[in-house]
Structures are given as C-alpha cells and as structure tokens.
C-alpha cells in the first residue's frame, strides 16, 4: 500500500546514498519552533527547510 518501513540500518544506507551527512547543531528554541511551523505549513521536512536556509545563508555569505 505505502512506501517500506525502513529501519535505522536502511533509512541510513538511504541517506547516504542521496548523499546526505548528519550535521547536528544546536538552536535556540524560537528558531526550532519556526523551522518545524514552516515545514508543517509547507508540507516539508525539517530537513529540507535546515537545507535551504543554510543554502541562502552560505550563498550571501559567499557574495560579500
């Protein structure tokens, strides 16, 4: 019906085969809350929004 349950070992092997590291940092609490608002509001993952943020960030910081 939907897609496999993977379990710790494959949704790894997932990741990096997308080519994804872990990167763990930690946040004020404000700028947790907001990431997990705007990923429910844009039907995302925390993930993807971390992504892009730090994307736009690291560009603007490259053009200075």
């Known amino acids: 019906a939907g ?3 993977l379990g ?3 949704e ?3 990741e990096e085969a997308a080519g994804l590291g872990p990167f763990a940092a930690k946040l004020r609490e404000a700028l947790v809350r907001q990431i997990k608002e705007l ?3 844009g039907g995302i ?3 993807d929004i971390v992504d892009r943020v ?3 960030g690291l ?3 490259q053009e200075a």
């Open 39 to 41: 990923a429910a509001k």
């Open 12 to 14: 790894r092997e997932r």
């Open 8 to 10: 710790r070992r494959g």
């Open 45 to 47: 993952t925390e993930n």
């Open 59 to 61: 560009a603007q910081i």
């Open 3 to 5: 897609a496999p349950v």
């Open 54 to 56: 730090v994307r736009a």
